[in-house]
């Protein structure tokens, strides 16, 4: 069993910065793709970006380049660094870890951007 702690949402203003970060509880913390998500109320949860066990990153086409994610797996934590912010990116913010047939979601951090 794994658990996914995130942390370090808030509120921020406009073209301000974040760092969520997300602390795995467990085993095999490096051979699990990690994710984040995020969702507003009324819509379905949508992918925010994505790194592999090698290291390989994916992202949604509307985040630009203004958000990173990376992990330490010494640290069993994922990060999605969050530059930029716009009034739009207010929503919560999921950590998700799958390995094979296993699929762990985190309880979620609330960000809000400020206009």
């Known amino acids: 069993q794994v658990q996914l702690v995130e942390s370090g949402g808030g509120l921020v203003q406009a073209g301000g910065s974040l760092r969520l970060s997300c602390a795995a509880s467990?085993?095999?913390?490096?051979?699990?793709?990690m994710g984040w998500y995020r969702q507003v109320p009324g819509k379905q949860r949508e992918l925010v970006a994505g790194?592999?066990?090698?290291?390989?990153?994916n992202y949604a086409d509307w985040v630009k380049g203004r958000f990173t994610i990376s992990r330490n797996n010494a640290l069993n934590t994922v990060y999605l660094q969050m530059n930029s912010l716009k009034p739009e990116d207010t929503a919560v913010y999921y950590c998700?870890?799958?390995?094979?047939?296993?699929?762990?979601w985190g309880q979620g951090t609330q960000v809000t951007v400020s206009s």
């Open positions: 467990g085993s095999f913390f490096s051979a699990y793709t």
């Open positions: 790194i592999t066990s090698t290291g390989s990153r």
């Open positions: 998700n870890g799958i390995l094979y047939r296993s699929n762990y």
